[in-house]
């Protein structure tokens, strides 16, 4: 806590000094989120965590002392450092933040000189979108937040975070005593490596395991690089690391075949798994504060003839939760779902093939539809992100499958269900039931395309006169890598990329080709975006459905009928230079055209 006397026109049963303005003292317009704080003294009563003797004692200790009333609370032990800084985070509607289940970016706290850190008690959490989330034991402090900002591009937003002095202190001393980049850890390692497998779980006697912070420094750089998974793949003389970033894998590191037992302990320790069993593939989840973000880590071992193989999915709230209009669809094909979501029962279903994208669609669906009126139910396998509002139940081997999973939703009187996947007859039949009952149903198939969703659900066991009338659309789509815009290069299509698009070879238009830069790392490609097409089920469509129509019939009704499909929208984003003719090639299946 800061040891700055109040003054002496102040509240004596503040804890603190006056609260912030609303900019700083230079007169920038950048404000720090922090509401007026309230009486603490009476605060602290109300809530049971001092009687009114305890404050009259500090009150009295506070007149010959120049020390805040909450630290003389502290000092006397008749509060917690910890109890009394929630509640101070509380009064001022700051955010409390928990070192225990937060991995800090090392470049973030070193744009932060230590003896600024030591002395004022902070440490930055992230710097993301021109604000800087700072931990600090006390949130008021002005002087502190002044000195952070002069650290920052001007214009910066300070957001504090209450931790305790202890906490502050503790990640001082591992954040900038010891090593934490990649490299600097390995060579730190490089010695040892073989006795140094114990206290994997953090820290003894204040020493930070090297392994310890080996390992977050690796998740904390998946991140930042934006991968989507990591793969830990033991060869016989080395551990090979890899990213999978925009869908493509890409070798990081090698590292020598040491290091890889105590990695693999500290791993299975962060996510729960048994540490002693080797021969069996194990199942873990890690959730994890990481740059100011809350990222969960699926950790999935395989054994190999050369040891425990280990992938991590990153499952990033803040980037797979997206606004529908950010999905990367047409704007056609945006106008025509939300057209079809206003149908109030039938099944909408996802179509493609693994890592295309579905279920960050169908989120975005859900919270798009999500509101206080409706009920919406999941059963998902596993539930990847908790949205507000719905209830979300993952469907658990031995316990709880899809089939009695929908059983059991039905008598929880549901507006809306989603189902992770139909897999089986009896599955695909109830949710085609629960859509006749009067219930919107979403989930996912495996096709080619939209149209495919109907013979593939004739084929598990759905009869056409169920399947008629149940259907409102069915949508496909694939993930492309999206040009990098700072570096993507302009050119004239070809006469044979103009056949292919169907544009006429006198009249080209203009496309683009990835070039490489440092915002993309080189690679020309940054990010990904959706190849869609949406095919809306009409009483038309459903007549070929109940007659068992032939694919072509009714891809025929379809095109005549305004469907336009996953070619067509690739090839409009190949000339609008979101992405280049090649990826789309590579993405979907368009050999009929070249």
Known sequence: MNNTPISSNADPTIGAPPPLPASSPAGDAEETVVKKPLRIGDKLIGLGLISADQLQIALLEQKTSKKLLGTILVEMGFVTEGALGEVLAESAGA???????????????????????????????????????????????ILAIDQVRRNFPKGTKIIPMFCTESEILELIDQYYEYEMSIDGILREIETGIRENTRHLDGRQDGYVNPTVRLVNSLLVDAIKTGASDIHFEPEGAFLRLRYRIDGQMTQVRSLHRDYWNAMVVRIKIMSNMNIAETRSPQDGRISYNVMGRDVDFRVATQPTVHGENIVMRLLDKTKSLVQ?????????????????????????????????????????????????????????????????????????????????????LMRQDPDIIFIGEVRDEETAIMAV?????????????????????????????????????????????????????????????????????????????????????????????????????????????DDLISRNASRSVMLEYALDNGFIPMAIDGFDKVVNGDIDLQELINTIDITDRL
């Open 433 to 541: 039931r629960a859509a006749l009952t009067g219930h919107q149903v979403y989930t996912t198939l495996h096709t080619n395309d939209a149209l495919g969703a109907i013979p593939r659900l004739g084929d598990i066991g759905v009869p056409a006169h169920l399947l008629a009338g149940s259907l409102i659309c069915s949508i496909a789509q694939r993930l492309a890598r999206k040009l990098c815009r700072s570096c993507r290069a302009p050119r004239v299509a070809t006469r044979e990329e103009c056949l292919i698009m169907d544009y006429d070879p006198n009249d080209p238009p203009t496309i683009y080709e990835p070039v490489g830069c440092d915002r993309c790392k080189r690679k020309g490609y940054k990010g990904r975006i959706a190849i869609t097409e949406i095919l809306r089920i009409d009483e038309g469509l």
């Open 324 to 408: 529908l209009e950010q999905l990367g669809f047409s704007g056609h094909n945006i106008k025509l779902l939300k057209k079809l979501l206003k149908r109030p029962e039938g099944i909408i279903i996802v179509t493609g093939p693994t890592g295309s994208g579905k279920t960050t669609t169908l989120y975005s669906v859900l919270n798009y539809i999500n509101s206080i009126d409706v009920n919406i139910m999941t059963l998902e396998d596993p539930v990847e992100y908790q949205l507000p509002l719905i209830r979300q139940t993952s469907i658990r081997e031995g316990t709880m499958d899809f089939l009695h999973g929908i059983k059991s």
């Open 95 to 141: 955010q409390k933040f928990d070192p225990k289940t937060t991995m800090l970016d090392p470049v973030v706290i070193r744009q932060i000189p230590k003896e600024i850190a030591s002395r004022h008690k902070v440490i930055p959490v992230s710097n993301e979108n021109g604000e800087v989330h700072l931990a600090m034991a006390d949130i008021y402090n």
